[in-house]
């Protein structure tokens, strides 16, 4: 069984910071994958960034980043030059082993503060 | 591709009546996914298929939920009777199957269910 943890309810940032959201997974599976999915409040789930277990190396898609520590099991996202949009629930998710669900966090609600 | 299609986008219903809600994949994607996001709970699976066949359906609540998939291009969750706790919105989501774990899953809309 897999479980993701988000312990930060909510998070707010200013206009150009960065911000880092948290998340630590448990999982038994050798070989899985990571995910940070955003929600705004138009409800659609958007997938930020994805990183698999066997890469050492962190991911990055433009302004976001992720900071990868699998001996930990963290899996943070790291917002750099905060803009207005980026305002909205972010949800940390793991797929992996048998099972092909996605397993997600209770989320993250960012605010950007013009 | 227009999407995950769900509808309908709203439902209000009394407790008790029975309730569908559809949901049509991008077409091609073999996995179909059914989760359920409240509040309290978050981001829940209730079932999901592959190539129409149902894999997991450990998180279904209970047997007043009932989910099918009749073709690769549809797929209904039914819930009869329906609570004031089934209240929530409910995501169909699909993916292909290329890529293996690492493979994007594709969301609709939702569905915002309101049982009163």
């Known amino acids: 069984a897999q479980t993701v943890t988000q312990s930060q309810p909510e998070m707010s940032v200013q206009e150009a910071e960065t911000v880092t959201l948290s998340c630590t997974y448990d999982?038994?599976?050798?070989?899985?994958?990571l995910f940070w999915y955003k929600q705004p409040p138009s409800r659609q789930m958007i997938l930020v960034i994805r990183?698999?277990?066997?890469?050492?190396q962190n991911a990055t898609e433009n302004r976001f980043s992720v900071n990868f520590q699998k001996a930990a099991k963290s899996f943070s996202l790291k917002i750099s030059d905060s803009q207005l949009g980026d305002a909205a629930m972010y949800f940390c998710?793991?797929?992996?082993?048998?099972?092909?669900?996605?397993?997600f966090g209770k989320g993250t609600l960012l605010t950007v503060n013009p | 591709d227009a999407g995950v299609i769900q509808s309908p986008r709203h439902e209000v219903t009394e407790m008790g009546q029975e309730v569908t809600l559809r949901c049509k994949p991008i077409?091609?994607?073999?996995?179909l996914f059914w989760y359920r996001q409240t509040m309290m709970r978050g981001l829940e699976l209730l079932i999901y298929?592959?190539?129409?066949?149902?894999?997991?359906d450990s998180g279904m609540p209970e047997d007043r939920f009932s989910a099918k998939m009749p073709n690769a291009s549809f797929s209904t969750l039914k819930i009869q009777p329906s609570e004031p706790r089934d209240s929530a919105v409910y995501f169909c989501?699909?993916?292909?199957?290329?890529?293996?774990?690492?493979?994007?899953?594709?969301f609709g809309q939702g569905t915002r269910l309101t049982v009163v």
């Open positions: 998710a793991s797929r992996g082993g048998s099972n092909y669900k996605l397993t």
């Open positions: 999982t038994s599976e050798s070989d899985y994958y």
């Open positions: 990183q698999e277990a066997y890469k050492q």
């Open positions: 077409s091609g994607h073999d996995y």
């Open positions: 298929f592959n190539n129409n066949v149902p894999i997991d």
């Open positions: 989501a699909s993916s292909p199957n290329r890529g293996g774990w690492g493979t994007e899953a594709f």
